[in-house]
C-alpha cells in the first residue's frame, strides 16, 4: 500500500475530510515550489497534486494555462520537478505527492525511465489529464510494478458503465472532475454534484475527491459534505499570479485560503 | 495489385484500409488522448458517425451538397506544359483548388456539417490557422442554419485579416486566442476548452485528420472523395492506375484524402511533402515525419515537433496551412509501415514552384499545394516519360497573393 492509499484510508476512518491542494512546479519560479509544499501541509493539505508543466494544456481554463505558461519561461522540465519532490522528501515522509500533467513530457523520458525515476523520487501518484484508461495499458502496469498508483477522473458525463471501468482502474481514489468545462470555471451546481456522487456510490467504494470549481471554504465544505474530500487549484493558482513578484507573500496568502478551507473542512 | 496488408492487433493480415482499429489505432499511433469529459462525446459521435455512414438519406444528401454546393466532381487536369518543362513522366494536377471557398475543405466542412444537424447540434466550432478552415466552416454554418465559432491564434488574425473578414461576412464569430504561441495549435487547444463546456449542444468541426478517434477516420472518410474521383478520372483520360500522387501533408487531410482509395494498390508510390521552412538544419521547419518525434497532442499519439523535455515547439512555414507542429497519426503509421513516402520541401522551393505554376499553367496554387507542385515536378523529372503522376493542387492561392507581393517587395492598397 502506498502512501495515498494509507493516507485516504486513515483520513476515512478518521473522518477527516482530506484537502487536497494544486500549485504547477515551477511557477511562478523553481526555488519557490518545494517550500510551499512543506507550506501548505503545515496549513493542513492532505495530498498534494503537483502539476509537472506542459506547452499545450488543452483541458485547463485560463488561470493555470498561465501558470504552465509561466513555470515554462524558466524552463521547469519533468527532471526538475522530480527532483523537486526528491527535495521535498527530505523533509516531509508522510504527504502524498501525486503528479498531475500531461503525457507527453513522460512519453518523451520513456516510461520505464519516468517510473524508476518517479519512484525513486518518492512521488506516490500520477494524475495523467489527457490519458483515460482505455490508453493506459503498459505505462498502467509500468506504474504499479514501481508502486505508483495511477488515478483516473470521473465527468459530469461519464457513463454508469464507463464509471465501473474507471474506478475499477483507479487506485488511492477517483477523482470527479465537478462541471463541464475547464478547470477555474465558475458555475459549480452542488445538488448536481451529489446526484452523480451517489449514482458512483453505487458502482464502487473507492474514494472521491471532487474538484473544479471549489473556491473558497465555503464551496469547499459544500462539497465535501457529499464526498471523501476536495481539490483546490484554480483558486491557489490565481493567488501566485497575483503576487508572482513576491514569493512571501504568495506563501502568505496561499497557506491562509488553504488554513481556512481545513477549518471548514474540520467542522463538517 | 490490391494486396497490401499489414499485421493487425489480432495476429492476422489486415488490409491496410480498414485501419484504424476499433478504438482509433493506426498501430501505436492515433487513440484517443483526451481528458474524461470528452469521453461521451467521442463515443456519441463515433457511433452516430458509423450508424450515418450506412444511412441512404444522410449519404444522399452529401452527395447532392458535394455536387451542387462544392462543385463536384472537381477535374483531373493534364498538365501539359508543366510536364514539358519537368521533361519526366505526365503530370496530372487534381483540382481541388476549383471547390467552392477554393480549397479541399469543403469537402470535410459539408460531411461534417451535415453531421452535427442529424445529430441534432445548432452549434459548430472550429479551430483555424490561415483562416481556410475557418472560412469553410462558416460557409457551411451559413448553409445549414448553424451557430459558429472560430477559435483563431491572435498572430494568426493579425496576418490573415482578409479571412478574419470573410468569416465574419459568413456570420461567424472569430474568437482570437492569446494563449501559448498565439497560433493554430493553440487555437486547437481552446476550441476543444469549449467542446469540453459545451458538449451538450456542440458539434467540433476539426479541420485535418489529427485530433482524438474518430476524427483521424472520419476526416479522412469525408475527403477520401478526392481519391476516389482521381482513380476513375485517371483511368477514363490516360488508363490504368498512376504511378505516383503527391500531396502536401500539414495536419494531412489533402493527403489523407487522395491516398486513402490507392493504398491497397500497391503499384503506385505515395508521397507526402512536408514544409521544410528555412530548411531541416535550421529548425526553422514544420517537418514533424522528416526531422520530429513521436508524442501524444491533440488527442492523438503522432509524430511531433518538441523539445527534448516534450515540449511542443514553434513552427515555421511560409504557408500558414502547413504551419503545425503535429501531423495525422494515419501518415505516421504510413511512414512506419512504409507504405507512403514523405519527403520536405523549402519555402524557398515552393516559392518557384507557385510562381512555375503560375506561368506555365495559368494556375494559381495555394502556398500549401505548391510544395507538392515542387516535389511533384522533381519527382516527375526523374521518372521515365511513359510514367505518370498526380499532384492533388489542394487549394488555390488568392489568400497568399499579401505574401508574395510582401516577398517581391510590392505594397497593395
Known amino acids: 500500500m502506498s502512501r495515498l492509499t494509507i493516507k485516504v484510508k486513515a483520513n476515512q476512518a478518521a473522518g477527516r475530510k ?36 506542459f506547452s499545450d494544456p488543452e483541458a485547463e481554463g485560463p488561470v493555470i494555462q498561465l501558470a504552465h505558461e509561466r513555470a515554462l519561461r524558466h524552463d521547469t522540465s519533468l527532471r526538475d520537478v522530480l527532483s523537486m519532490v526528491e527535495q521535498f522528501r527530505q523533509g516531509d515522509a508522510d504527504t502524498p505527492v501525486i503528479l498531475m500533467g500531461y503525457l507527453n513530457p513522460i512519453e518523451l523520458m520513456g516510461y520505464e525511465e519516468f517510473c524508476v525515476s518517479a519512484s525513486g523520487a518518492g512521488v506516490d501518484g500520477t494524475i495523467i489529464v489527457n490519458m483515460p484508461p482505455e490508453e493506459s495499458g503498459v505505462f498502467a502496469s509500468q506504474l504499479e510494478n514501481h508502486d505508483i498508483e495511477s488515478v483516473y477522473l470521473l465527468a459530469p458525463t461519464t457513463t454508469d458503465k464507463r464509471a465501473a471501468y474507471i474506478t475499477a482502474q483507479s487506485r488511492g481514489f477517483v477523482y470527479y472532475v465537478s462541471l463541464k468545462g475547464t478547470t477555474g470555471a465558475s458555475n459549480l451546481d452542488v445538488r448536481d454534484v451529489g446526484e452523480k456522487l451517489s449514482r458512483f456510490r453505487e458502482i464502487s467504494s473507492l474514494p472521491v475527491m471532487v474538484g473544479f470549481g471549489i473556491k473558497d471554504a465555503a464551496t469547499a465544505a459544500e462539497v465535501a459534505q457529499i464526498s471523501d474530500g476536495v481539490v483546490v487549484g484554480s483558486a491557489i493558482v490565481s493567488l501566485m499570479a497575483k503576487h508572482d513578484q513576491d514569493l512571501e507573500r504568495v506563501i502568505t496568502d496561499v497557506t491562509g485560503l488553504l488554513c481556512g478551507i481545513r477549518k471548514s473542512l474540520d467542522e463538517i | 495489385m490490391s494486396n ?178 498565439r497560433t493554430l495549435k493553440d487555437a486547437l487547444s481552446e476550441a476543444m476548452r469549449d467542446w469540453v463546456a459545451n458538449v451538450d449542444d456542440t458539434h467540433y468541426i476539426i479541420g485535418t485528420v489529427a485530433g482524438p478517434h474518430p476524427y483521424p477516420k472520419l476526416v479522412r472518410d469525408f475527403q477520401s472523395v478526392i481519391g476516389r474521383e482521381t482513380k476513375m478520372q485517371f483511368a477514363d483520360m490516360h488508363g490504368g492506375l498512376p504511378d505516383a500522387l503527391v500531396a502536401c501533408v500539414g495536419g494531412g487531410s489533402n493527403a489523407m484524402g487522395i491516398f486513402y482509395p490507392f493504398l491497397e494498390d500497391a503499384s503506385v508510390r505515395l508521397v507526402g511533402v512536408e514544409a521544410a521552412g528555412m530548411g531541416l538544419d535550421t529548425g526553422q521547419h514544420a517537418a514533424p515525419l522528416t526531422a520530429g518525434n513521436v508524442g501524444v497532442l491533440h488527442g492523438n499519439r503522432t509524430y511531433l515537433m ?38 520536405a520541401v523549402t519555402d524557398e ?34 521518372m521515365d516519360r511513359d510514367k505518370a503522376i498526380v ?9 497568399d497573393i499579401p505574401t508574395m507581393a510582401k516577398i517581391d517587395g510590392i505594397t497593395i492598397t
Not at chain 2, 309 to 317: A, F, L, P, V, Y
Not at chain 2, 356 to 380: F, K, R, T, Y
Not at chain 2, 391 to 396: A, D, E, K, M, V
Request: proline letters at 3%; glycine letters at 10%.
Open chain 1, 18 to 53: 482530506s484537502l487536497v491542494a494544486y500549485i504547477v512546479a515551477g511557477d511562478p519560479v523553481k526555488d519557490l515550489t518545494v517550500k510551499l509544499m512543506h507550506a501548505m501541509v503545515d496549513a493542513g493539505v492532505d495530498i498534494i497534486e503537483l502539476g509537472f508543466p
Open chain 2, 4 to 181: 497490401e496488408t499489414v499485421l493487425g492487433k489480432n495476429g492476422v493480415n489486415e488490409p491496410i484500409s480498414s485501419f484504424p482499429d476499433e478504438d482509433g489505432h493506426f498501430g501505436v499511433y492515433g487513440g484517443r488522448f483526451v481528458s474524461e469529459i470528452l469521453m461521451q462525446a467521442l463515443d456519441e459521435l463515433n457511433s452516430e458517425y458509423e450508424r450515418l455512414s450506412r444511412d441512404d438519406a444522410f449519404q444522399a444528401e452529401l452527395k447532392s451538397d458535394l455536387s451542387h454546393y462544392v462543385g463536384r466532381a472537381s477535374p483531373l487536369y493534364f498538365a501539359e506544359r508543366l510536364t514539358d518543362m519537368a521533361g519526366g513522366a505526365k503530370i496530372y494536377l487534381k483540382r481541388e483548388d476549383l471547390n467552392h471557398t477554393g480549397a479541399h475543405k469543403i469537402n470535410n466542412c459539408i460531411g461534417q456539417a451535415l453531421l452535427a444537424k442529424y445529430m441534432g447540434k445548432p452549434r459548430i466550432i472550429a479551430e483555424t490557422g490561415a483562416g481556410q478552415h475557418g472560412v469553410a466552416s462558416a460557409t457551411v454554418a451559413a448553409r445549414f442554419g448553424l451557430a459558429c465559432k472560430v477559435y483563431m491564434g491572435s498572430e494568426d488574425i493579425e496576418r490573415q485579416s482578409l479571412n478574419v473578414y470573410r468569416m465574419k461576412l459568413l456570420g461567424a464569430d472569430v474568437v482570437p486566442v492569446t494563449s501559448g504561441s
Open chain 2, 306 to 343: 518538441q523539445d527534448a523535455h516534450g515540449q511542443i515547439i514553434d513552427t515555421h512555414s511560409v504557408s500558414a496551412g502547413l504551419d503545425y507542429p503535429g501531423v495525422g497519426p494515419e501518415h505516421a503509421w504510413l511512414k512506419d509501415i512504409k507504405r507512403a513516402d514523405y519527403v
Open chain 2, 349 to 382: 522551393q515552393a516559392l518557384a514552384a507557385f510562381r512555375s505554376l503560375n506561368l506555365l499553367e495559368g494556375i494559381l496554387p495555394a502556398l500549401e499545394s505548391a510544395h507538392a507542385v515542387a516535389h511533384g515536378i522533381d519527382l516527375a523529372r526523374s
Open chain 2, 391 to 399: 499532384i492533388n493542387l489542394s487549394g488555390r492561392g488568392d489568400k
